[in-house]
């Protein structure tokens, strides 16, 4: 994998995505040069048109990237893979136009945009015709020796067996430690050199997944390791990489001091993200208040009680504030003043809210509080103070997720279904530290164009 601005990319997908980019261009360029010739236009240099051609490809491309067109699924299967490639170009076409009115005379015209769009489906399937079983399979992946035979080595197996694993293990070595989980584990003793061994297999990353590290950690081992250009990772930094979660099984609080995340260094990032805040919620409120109208009348005539709701959270350092939401359950949901988890199938929801909570349009009303300042586009989800007291309780660096702004959309979001139990919640902040700890601008985009996603294809909406 490669790290760009924090967060890790693999090389399959950088590869596939550079790949695409290229061909897009060519779309472009093509149904530019068959229109042209079409009304006998002359064709000069590709340099005089190259801002209507990377507008296409860049809106195709994020579309793409939205959609979920580099996602592990995708890599694996062709099917899935072409099916989100049809929806990608569309979104992007739908794009490109919404950009010729902010930037007229930079994109493509509307007849060559048919053309373009054909071109880029074609170009893009065949494509994943071509690299599909190269980018999906071995090819790309890491080999991986593991220095471990307990647990932790066998949650990395398990990870290995799934489907889109970026690595692959050549080996596990069952160090002076306990209960042996992995049976094909090779002894330490066995091995003369663990050194040459590792080169000898060909490994380009050694993860240390002892199960106890207190004077057992193989220091002459790693460092002869190291000194020989091969990779060695501790597990935390291993799952935190190829998951995209913060392990609560594996950290430590010394992991989470000592390694690279939770930078102080981001006044201008902050900047940044306030900025965007103040001018995409005001844009937001404006363009959605007739859709927030209506539906708070279909609200209304639907049940008895209010169409919006106020409603305690929690926000940054831990300080509450009040989060505003059209209503989607029943005014007497909580009448004896418990606070209750929503769930699966939830009778205390009305049927206008069972669809505005499917397509998101009850979270339209928390625009305000991005432009108040309270919340953020991108963050954790808010939790009330009844649940907050509760978690942190029984799950260790839940205070940690109060660091950042909380958001409308979020890590855990776009990559976690809905979830109301102790079980998902601690799952959700795995996702939410990771966020916490590799904030950037890029992991910001990234959360925002996968939301595209979550809204098509809403799983576990409730």
């Known amino acids: 994998m490669i790290r760009l601005f924090k967060h890790y990319v693999p090389y399959a997908v950088l590869f596939l995505a550079l790949v695409d980019l290229c061909l897009l261009v060519a779309a472009a360029e093509t149904a530019w040069v068959i ?10 240099y590709i340099v005089n048109r190259i801002w209507p051609l990377l507008t296409f490809s860049a809106s195709v491309q994020l579309a793409a990237m939205a959609v979920g067109v580099y996602s592990a699924e995708a890599l694996q299967s062709l099917r899935f893979a072409i099916a989100r490639l049809l929806v990608a170009v569309s979104l992007g076409v739908i794009f490109m136009a919404i950009m010729a009115f902010a930037l007229p005379g930079m994109t493509l015209w509307r007849s060559n945009s048919l053309y373009a769009m054909m071109l880029a489906f074609a ?11 190269l980018v999906g399979g071995q090819s790309f992946k890491r080999r991986l020796l593991v220095l471990g035979a307990g647990k932790r080595a066998q949650r ?3 990870l290995e067996a799934k489907r889109g694993s970026g690595f692959v293990v050549v080996g596990f070595i069952a160090m002076t430690e306990g209960k042996r989980v992995i049976p094909e584990a090779i002894s330490r003793d066995a091995i003369y050199n663990l050194a040459d061994f590792v080169v000898k297999l060909g490994a ?4 240390l997944a002892l199960e106890e590290r207190r004077n057992a950690l193989p220091l002459q081992d790693l460092l002869r390791i190291k000194t020989t250009g091969v990779h060695v990772n501790d597990i935390s930094s291993f799952l935190e990489r190829e998951t995209g979660r913060v392990d609560l099984d594996s950290v430590n609080p010394s992991w989470l001091i000592f390694s690279d995340g939770f930078s102080s260094g981001r006044r201008l990032s902050g900047i940044a993200k306030r900025l965007f805040d103040i001018v995409a919620s005001s844009i937001l409120l404006l363009i959605t208040v007739p859709v927030i109208l209506l539906f708070a009348l279909l609200v209304k005539l639907e049940s008895r009680g209010p169409a919006f709701y106020r409603q305690q959270r929690v926000g940054r350092y831990g300080e509450t504030f009040d989060l505003f939401k059209l209503r989607s359950m029943r005014a007497d949901a909580e009448a004896d003043g418990k606070a209750i988890w929503a769930a699966k199938n939830d009778d205390r929801v009305t049927r ?11 979270e339209l009303p928390q625009t305000w509080c991005v432009l108040k300042g309270d919340m953020s586009f991108v963050g954790p989800r808010p939790e009330r103070p009844e649940f907050v007291a509760d978690l942190e309780k029984q799950l260790p660096y839940f205070a940690e997720r109060h660091m950042v702004k909380p958001g409308i959309t979020g890590w855990a979001q776009v990559n976690f279904p809905y979830g109301a139990s102790i079980d998902d919640a ?20 990234l959360i925002l164009l996968q939301t595209i996603r ?9």
Not at 35 to 44: F, K, L, Y
């Open 35 to 44: 229109r042209a010739n079409q009304i006998g236009m002359h064709v000069d």
């Open 123 to 133: 170009y893009l399937a065949l494509n994943r015709m071509l690299l599909g079983n």
């Open 156 to 158: 990395i197996k398990d």
């Open 204 to 207: 380009s990353e050694v993860v």
């Open 352 to 362: 206008v809210g069972k669809f505005i909570r499917m397509v998101r349009i009850d």
């Open 426 to 445: 601690r799952q959700k902040l795995e996702y939410d530290l990771y966020y916490a700890k590799n904030y950037t601008p890029f992991l910001d985009l």
């Open 454 to 462: 979550v809204v098509l294809w809403p799983d576990g909406a409730r």
